[in-house]
């Protein structure tokens, strides 16, 4: 039930690409979240089991970010990108923002499922360390850039598209 709520309050609270401050974060949300088109310029490698619903809204956002390469966080590699679930991993949060630190993409499945996921959640928004949050409500996106100020936002995206 508390998943529902956090659903519709994100619905309400969260900005399409208007209202978003941060020109890196307008251009995701204008060329990849709210993109018409699924044009593809070049491959993203992504794990075999990856397999979430919002799988082409991914890939369309690391395309934007010219990202090549999604692993999961347990089976550190040299891929710019890292997957993780906070349900399943006991990952503690230094780790992640360790990641964070080192100019890698956090990629955080469904933060809101449940009460200990959206704790840890907030925890990692609320370093330092990461400076940007793009919060999807069905995933989100940590990401350290030293070009820009501390920011987190939330973009509404219509999964039902």
């Known amino acids: 039930m508390r998943y529902y709520w956090d659903l519709i309050r994100h619905f309400f609270i969260a900005n399409s690409r208007h209202g978003t401050h941060s020109p890196f974060v307008y251009d995701l949300a204008v060329n990849a979240v709210y993109a018409v088109s699924s044009v593809y310029t070049h491959h993203v490698n992504v794990p075999l089991g990856l397999k979430p619903r919002y799988k082409k809204l991914l890939l369309r956002i690391l395309e934007r970010m ?3 390469e999604v692993a999961y966080f347990q089976k550190a590699t040299d891929a710019d990108v890292l997957w993780v679930d906070l349900k399943e991993t006991s990952m503690p949060v230094p780790n992640i923002i360790e990641a964070v630190r080192q100019g890698k993409v956090i990629i955080v499945h469904e933060p809101f499922q449940t009460i200990k ?5 907030q925890q990692l928004v609320q370093s330092k ?4 949050s793009i919060n999807l409500f069905h995933f989100g996106l940590l990401m350290y850039r030293k070009e820009q100020q501390k920011e987190n936002f939330r973009l509404r995206y219509p999964f039902w598209r």
Do not use: G, I, Q
């Open 129 to 132: 360390d990461v400076v940007v």
């Open 66 to 68: 010219e990202k090549k």
């Open 117 to 121: 996921t959206k704790r840890l959640w």
